[in-house]
């Protein structure tokens, strides 16, 4: 029986580990999908690298103009490489790699092999999401940064992120502290990953062990998380200066029953229908949707979603 991290201090529960996929296997309903790394042309940076030399991959927004691209590089050299170098680690971008033709194979290997991903969220560029996601499946260790006054979106607000300032020396001091503290605790404890995509599986096969006293428990943290959900969107909706009644939205609560409700005969539904149906905002019924996919609670067939498995 391994423990696992909680989603709220105050809760601690025990999940049979054998349920868990391994590091490098996607999770998800149905077959798992193996990210074991293909059959390789050329040798990884594990492969060639010391035993002690431990590695880091960087993803950021490379910049679309001089000024971004300067910024990048002073993020990568002022922050990342000068905290992570002194502690062993050869740190390196996907402008390192000499192989143009590898590029993409390359980079989905670091991002799973490597031994630790500082991701910039600054700029909030769909790539770095995107890799950010292949190593949050990956269930390995990564940190990220955004630059100091940006916003960070919604999804990752539980995900403590390093704030810094290039041109505030002081704030890029503590920058430094903050990131080489977060390092020596993955040191410390790197079996124990905690991100978006692994907390919601915990709550699942929670929900769904044989134990009543875990099942309690996942219904518990089920709530949390949706209590959770509801509070962003009350958060974003007065940050913006209007409420979901005044933007034709209903409250969350009436949203999330409305989608039970759907979902209670053998219908098959579009998105836009389950949208339409929740009267919620369509990321929010996107994203529950992928909630009770994940569940086992619908299945998407033929691009429409059904409570029915055929």
Aim: proline share 6%; glycine share 4%; charged share 30%.
């Amino acid at each position: 029986m391994a423990r696992l991290r909680p989603l709220e201090p105050a809760i601690r529960v025990r999940v049979p580990a054998p349920q868990f996929p391994q590091p490098n296997r996607l999770i998800g309903n149905g077959p798992s999908v193996s990210l074991a790394p293909m059959a390789r042309q050329t040798p990884t940076r594990r492969e060639t690298s010391s035993d002690n030399q431990k590695t880091c991959f960087v993803v950021s927004e490379f910049g679309t103009d001089e000024k971004t691209r300067i910024e990048r590089k002073q993020m990568l050299k002022h922050l990342v490489k000068k905290v992570l170098e002194p502690m062993g680690y050869d740190v390196q971008r996907a402008d390192d790699i000499d192989d143009l033709g590898q590029i993409t194979h390359q980079i989905i290997e670091r991002l799973l092999d490597d031994d630790l991903v500082i991701a910039d969220l600054t700029g909030l560029n769909p790539n770095v999401f995107y890799e950010l996601a292949v190593r949050h499946a990956a269930r390995r260790p990564v940190i990220t940064l955004m630059t100091f006054g940006e916003d960070i979106p919604f999804d990752l607000k539980d995900v403590r992120t390093v704030f810094y300032d290039l041109h505030d020396p002081d704030k890029l001091e503590t920058a430094q502290e903050e990131l080489e503290q977060k390092v020596r605790a993955i040191e410390e404890n790197s079996a124990e990953v905690r991100n978006p995509i692994t907390v919601a599986r915990n709550v699942t096969l929670l929900q769904q062990s044989d134990d009543p006293e875990q099942q309690a428990t996942g219904a518990l943290l089920s709530t949390i998380n949706e209590m959770r959900d509801e509070m962003r969107l009350l958060a974003r909706s007065v940050s913006s200066g209007s409420s979901s009644r005044r933007d034709g939205f209903v409250p969350a609560t009436v949203a999330r029953k409305r989608i039970r409700t759907l979902f209670e005969g053998d219908g098959k539904f579009t998105t836009d229908e389950v949208i339409d149906h929740a009267e919620a905002p369509p990321r929010w019924v996107e994203t529950r949707l992928q909630q009770m996919l994940d569940q086992g609670t619908i299945f998407r067939i033929d691009g429409k979603w059904t409570s029915v498995p055929f």
